[in-house]
């Protein structure tokens, strides 16, 4: 499989906020997790955690797993948070 160039991958993050949502709604996870469970290379996944990251959709659990890797869950919205 060939490598997508960055711009690509970069230009699909909102496109994937949804399906990454949905994967993260059964509790935290990993990148890897994450990748194998969208079928989609490990790189592109972790560009798009990081996007939702920085908008504060997403943050790290604080434990990693057995392999070193972190976690990641949704951030509740204003509105889970009323309810």
Same mark, same amino acid.
């Given at each position: &499989?060939?490598?997508? !160039?960055?711009?690509?991958?970069?230009? !699909?993050e909102? @496109? &994937?906020?949804?399906?990454? %949502? %949905?994967? =993260?709604?059964?509790?935290?996870l990993? $990148?890897?997790? =994450?990748?194998?469970? @969208?079928?989609?290379?490990?790189?592109? $996944? =972790? @560009?798009?955690? &990081?996007? &939702? %990251?920085?908008?504060?959709? /997403?943050?790290? $659990?604080? !434990?990693?797993?057995?392999?070193?890797?972190?976690?990641?869950? =949704? /951030?509740?919205? !204003?509105?889970? $948070?009323?309810?």
């Amino acid at each position: &499989m060939r490598e997508r !160039d960055r711009r690509e991958v970069i230009r !699909d993050e909102p @496109l &994937m906020h949804a399906p990454i %949502r %949905r994967e =993260l709604a059964g509790g935290p996870l990993t $990148v890897p997790e =994450l990748a194998a469970r @969208l079928g989609r290379p490990p790189e592109e $996944v =972790l @560009l798009w955690v &990081m996007g &939702m %990251r920085r908008y504060r959709q /997403v943050v790290e $659990v604080p !434990d990693s797993d057995d392999e070193g890797y972190f976690r990641y869950e =949704l /951030v509740a919205s !204003d509105e889970e $948070v009323l309810a």
